[in-house]
């Protein structure tokens, strides 16, 4: 009784503006441990780090809640989570680790027509990207993210070029390779690609000079973010291209200091920064580029 006291008392510090029965529903939100976001007063995030607690009734009611924008799920969150929910058209961001969402599961989102915002971390094995094809359907998806899983490769890639109103995309240790990273041509317009290597001490690499053709063909390219990788100075001098690239992030990847000062004069309107490798990523790049 205590514990329920102190989640409604908390719960009312949260949703003064909600309707009574979206105060209930937040309630029993938290009981199954919802964590919330609030802005100006109002509840417009909800966070499950554990859904092992959820039931369908409970998914379904969150639904309910329309001033929430942002919905992030951790383990437990499956197909029949997300058939639950049904269209939660007013979400405009949605973020996940470890779920265990399927390619075939992952057709629900196609209903969810107000998202922009899309993060995968850590996905399970039986999401291998190509289900997201579906997402050409939510005109306003601007931003997606599929990092942490071997099973994304290049068929996910090949789902993911048909999402032509993407501006930002991102995947790192994904079991992508130079194949995969050439569907990103067909993305034209792309802001803000983050690129990372794979997570593994074997070839293929996701992440190397073959990249970078296919990076200076993205017109509308200002950010660009590259991460554990042995690149050389003249295939990165093809970035030139890329007029309107405010922001090149070198993060991990293999150059000497007098290759970033060169690179430097050539992109003298890009903000350029470089970190080297620390000896985790090291040890890693000289295993894939042997």
Known sequence: MKRFAACLLSAFLFTASLHGGEVEIIVMLKLKGAEL?????????????????????DYAQIQQLAPVKLLSFGKGFDDDG?????????????????????????????????????????????????????????????RLTVAGSPVFADDGMAAVATLTQLKNFRTWHSGVTPEGVKKLAGLKNLTSVYLGQRLSYTPPVTLSDA????????????????????????????????????????????????????????????????????????????????
């Open 37 to 57: 976001t609030e802005t100006k007063g109002v509840v417009t995030g909800l966070s499950f780090p554990d859904c092992s607690k959820l039931t369908a009734a």
């Open 82 to 142: 997300l058939k639950a929910i049904g269209a939660a058209t007013g979400v405009e961001t949605l973020s996940t680790n470890g779920m265990d969402i399927s390619d075939q599961g992952a057709s629900a989102l196609a209903a969810w027509k107000g998202l922009k915002n899309i993060a995968f971390f850590h996905p399970g094995k039986r999401l291998t990207g190509t289900g997201l094809a579906v997402l050409v359907a939510l005109p306003q998806l601007e």
């Open 211 to 290: 990249a970078l053709p296919v990076l200076a063909d993205l017109p509308l390219l200002e950010d660009l973010t590259l991460s554990e990788a042995r690149l050389t100075l003249g295939a990165l001098i093809q970035l030139k291209k890329l007029t309107q690239l405010k922001r090149l992030t070198l993060d991990g990847v293999d150059l000497t200091e007098s290759d970033i000062a060169a690179l430097k004069q050539q992109l003298p309107k890009t903000d350029v920064r470089w970190t080297p490798p620390n000896e985790a990523s090291r040890k890693r790049i000289e295993a894939l580029f042997k």
